[in-house]
């Protein structure tokens, strides 16, 4: 009832700024509309989730004419609504402030509900055709948000590739919706999970809820819009696309995989786990070759998604493999990476729009010093880069630590190939976690430390108070998701119950705090201890240097040395701190090629460096996918020009065809 | 009157439609095909008279009527004066041979016989084999419109085509009269429109070849 009530609210919202034109009162009341409706949502979950209540039911009278439309709450969907609406309501507080400051604005607001109106449909939903009508409804309205600035041209290309990217996804789901739904053709979810599959149709099933669902997650190879049609778009958009929006296609492939389908073989969280360590590496390999800060954010986020693949595979095998504890553990693993990614990407993001606001750059290589100039913004980034690095006491390192413990179960699976490639994957996934750690020093420090690279960078001034405010509250969120595992693995562990076939434990043998999912012996985690005892240590040492010290603090300028150096260039630049890592790994996956050409003595012309980068998959699966749709198309274009009697026979033909099929099945 | 002859008379009328349709694929000249529509059309007014008979039911009559005056009459009194009129080849020019064409046609009939008597299983009889002879019918009529060239045949292969339709119509009982009647009508309407379309042709390419209006459309790159 509340939470249908918020949903109304969201369509109130996106109505409000139609007739507003250029009044600035008016986007903002949206903005604080959205931000009401997703604090409600938010709550509801909250309370749902508290209670431990059963799932709630409504059917409504709208949707197909012979069917209804079918709303379900349980715990997975109060778990998603509260990932959708926690960062949703930061991202609107920001929209309060930055929503003037981005270009175009007036095509953003009406929108921007109405994206939110969508990821809160498709979790609520109880039946394909409600879940399919909000998964386009979120489709569409953030290919229109990605287009708000359109008098771009790079920007057109991303919202094409993305457009088509996203019916790619529809067509895929579609007919997964339909295999599940049988020939009976009961939409409803209850039914789907009621009933059985054959083995040629669950794996459609599976392969259908893969493509379509990993194409809108952004799991390699499917992930090539994502990057561009990210950081096209508004940064409080680009945070909901990148924090909220993967989630609620994971959402999509946890209720067809583990709860409609329920029947996964082994085999497939084995691919599911492939699939996601290529997309770890691979996309962190790419997040450290981009200069473009938000770019590299979408990047960061295709590792970040293949980091939670690794861990729903695993899932799927221990699940079908009747390890159900394990299955429970690497599922919550999972979950909690969702929500920390959720918080800390759409924190960055939201950071990233931050500078872009007060520098209107992007790019690493003119940005620099913002430390000093934004004194709110940049600690507030870096507490994100520091979860997403997966450092403690934030809640990064809770869940990939979770999930090394799940993987460090792997061998317990009875397949030898299991046994052998889950080390190997969680090598890849210790590999794509340090390549992470570099990725972000490097984002941060280029961005944040050192020298201003440019003017605008020097001239930067704090954003307003609304934006900060976002950043803020966002930072402290992934804090408290760090000091308090054993709460969050706790009310995940219910979530994943029904899901998994079985409890986890949070804490077995030593208690509270101690994160021990195990057993106290095989690893335990206790955060709050550790940031009480870093907190004490962090302060008695502040306090000895302060007292004991006999010099009294100086400020000198940065990247100083001692000898004075004009040129802010002489700083490293983000390709240059990038250029030992491209050089191992970048040669032989990006074929990155540097040249430097250097003028004979005694001429003067300056020396010059060139990069020269290529994208394997881009080059390698998508333009020539894209050459053979041309070609095809060439081929059959030859069909409009027939003759009429040529037409005819076409016709003729197809009938005699369609009628000797009908004859031969008889 | 026995069921049998009654069956038997259905029959062969039924299996005269058939055959004309056969006698319109083998002809050489423009105003024999013409001559065979008509006796096509003939039967088919007489199959629809019968069925009138049999089944009691006097609207069938009115539509052996339209068949005979519209179908078996006027429209190939038109066509013969529109071919005068034009002054057109005589001879048919054909895209396949008129053994191949004859080859396809039988298996045509056996496709449509093989498809239908299983389908209508529990119908009557003569209710099953009439259909099967109206799919024949349609298919040969289609068969011609696609393997003949000259504009006038690709007509009279609709025409066919059409009452391969009627035949059906009159042989299943509680067809509507209207659906019949506005059958009969489109396929005058048709019959006008092509014989306007024929003039235009003829006015500007000389020849009722259809493969000449190719070059002409506007829609290639």
């Not at chain 1, 969680?426 to 201003?452: M, N, Q």
Request: proline fraction near 5%.
């Amino acid at each position: 009832m509340t939470a249908g009530a918020a949903l109304l609210l969201l369509l109130v919202a996106s109505l409000v700024p139609l007739g507003a034109g250029h009044l600035a009162r008016a986007h903002q009341a949206a903005y604080g509309l959205c931000l009401g409706s997703a604090l409600v949502l938010a709550l509801v979950a909250l309370v749902h989730l508290a209670a431990g209540d059963a799932a709630r039911l409504a059917v409504l009278p709208f949707g197909l004419p012979w069917m209804a439309a079918h709303f379900r709450l349980d715990q997975l969907s109060a778990f998603f609504l509260l990932v959708i609406n926690l960062p949703a309501a930061m991202a609107a507080l920001y929209g309060i402030g930055y929503g003037l400051h981005a270009p175009e604005y007036r095509r953003v607001t009406p929108f921007f509900p109405l994206f939110l109106l969508g990821m809160n449909v498709v979790v609520l939903a109880d039946d394909a055709f409600v879940f399919l009508v909000g998964w386009e409804f979120m489709s569409l309205a953030s290919w229109l948000l990605v287009l708000s600035n359109h008098r771009d041209q790079e920007t057109r290309r991303a919202a094409h590739l993305y457009l088509i990217m996203a019916s790619f996804g529809g067509f895929c789901l579609l007919p997964a919706f339909g295999l599940m739904a049988g020939e009976g053709g009961d939409f409803r979810f209850e039914a789907m999970r009621a009933g059985e599959f054959g083995p040629v149709a669950g794996f459609l099933v599976v392969l259908l809820a893969l493509l379509g669902a990993g194409s809108k997650a952004g799991l390699v190879p499917l992930h090539a819009w994502l990057p561009q049609a990210h950081p096209a778009a508004p940064s409080h958009v680009s945070a909901l696309m990148s924090g909220v929006m993967t989630k609620v296609a994971l959402y999509g492939l946890v209720r067809i995989l583990f709860d409609l389908h329920g029947a996964v073989d082994w085999r497939w969280g084995a691919a599911l786990m492939l699939i996601g360590a290529a997309s770890a590496v691979i996309g962190v390999l790419y997040a450290l070759m981009q200069t473009d800060l938000k770019r590299l954010l979408a990047y960061s986020t295709v590792e970040n998604i293949g980091v939670i693949a690794i861990s729903l595979g695993l899932a799927l095998a221990f699940k079908d493999q009747g390890r159900q504890a394990l299955a429970a553990l690497a599922l919550v693993a999972a979950f909690y990476h969702m929500l920390n990614h959720a918080a800390f990407k759409t924190l960055l993001f939201l950071g990233a729009g931050a500078v872009q606001a007060a520098t209107h750059e992007r790019e690493l290589n003119r940005l620099g010093g913002l430390i000093k100039r934004m004194p709110v913004t940049a600690p507030a980034f870096l507490l994100g880069a520091m979860a997403i690095s997966a450092l403690p006491p934030l809640n990064g390192f809770v869940s990939e630590w979770l999930i090394f413990q799940s993987l460090f179960r792997g061998p317990e699976l009875p397949h030898w190939t299991m046994k052998f490639g889950v080390p190997v994957v969680g090598a890849l996934l210790a590999l794509a976690a340090a390549l992470a750690a570099a990725c972000f020093v490097r984002a941060f420090g280029i961005a944040f430390l050192g020298r201003a690279r440019s003017a605008a960078a020097a001239q930067a001034a704090e954003v307003v108070a609304p934006m900060r405010a976002a950043l803020v509250l966002l930072a402290v969120l992934c804090v408290v998701l760090g000091v308090i595992p054993v709460t969050v693995t706790g009310a995940l562990a219910t979530i994943a119950e029904p899901l998994a076939g079985a409890a986890l434990e949070p804490a077995v043998g030593l208690g509270w705090p101690w994160l021990s999912p195990a057993d106290g012996e095989r690893g335990s985690y206790a955060a709050t201890v550790l940031v009480l005892a870093g907190l004490v240590l962090a302060g008695l040492l502040l306090w000895a240097t302060r007292r004991l010290s006999p010099l009294p603090v100086r400020v000198a300028p940065s990247w100083d040395c001692g000898q004075p150096d004009p040129s802010p260039a002489t700083q490293y630049t983000a390709d240059s701190f990038a250029q030992p890592l491209r050089r191992v790994f970048g040669t032989r996956i990006f074929g990155a090629r540097e040249t430097v050409e250097m003028p004979p003595p005694g001429d003067p012309r300056p020396a010059r460096f060139s990069l020269r980068m290529r994208d394997p998959i881009w080059q390698g699966l998508y333009l020539p996918l894209a050459a053979g749709v041309d070609w095809l198309a060439e081929r059959i274009n030859r069909m409009q020009f027939l003759s009429i009697r040529r037409y005819l026979m076409l016709m003729f033909l197809t009938l005699v065809v369609l009628l000797v099929v009908v004859g031969v099945r008889q | 009157m026995t069921a049998t002859l009654t069956y038997d008379l259905a029959h062969l009328i039924g299996a005269t439609v058939l055959m004309m349709g056969f006698a319109l694929l083998y002809q050489r000249r423009v105003s024999s095909v013409i001559r065979i529509y008509a006796l096509q059309a003939l039967a088919l007014a007489a199959a629809a008279a019968w069925q009138a008979y049999i089944q009691d039911a006097p609207h069938l009559y009115l539509t052996a009527a339209i068949a005979l005056v519209f179908k078996a009459i006027i429209v190939p009194l038109a066509l013969s004066w529109l071919v005068r009129r034009l002054g057109m080849h005589r001879t048919i020019e054909t895209a396949l041979g008129i053994g191949p064409t004859l080859v396809i046609g039988v298996g045509l009939v056996a496709l449509s016989i093989l498809l239908v008597l299983p389908v209508t299983e529990g119908a009557a009889a003569l209710a099953r084999e009439s259909l099967a002879l109206a799919m024949s019918v349609l298919l040969l009529g289609l068969l011609m419109m696609i393997t003949r060239r000259n504009a006038v045949t690709q007509v009279i292969g609709f025409m066919a085509l059409e009452n391969g339709l009627l035949l059906a119509a009159v042989s299943a009982q509680g067809m509507p009269l209207v659906v019949e009647i506005s059958v009969a009508f489109a396929v005058l309407v048709a019959m006008i429109l092509f014989g306007i379309f024929f003039f235009r042709i003829r006015e500007r390419f000389d020849s009722l070849d259809v493969e000449t209006l190719d070059p002409y459309r506007g829609d290639r790159p």
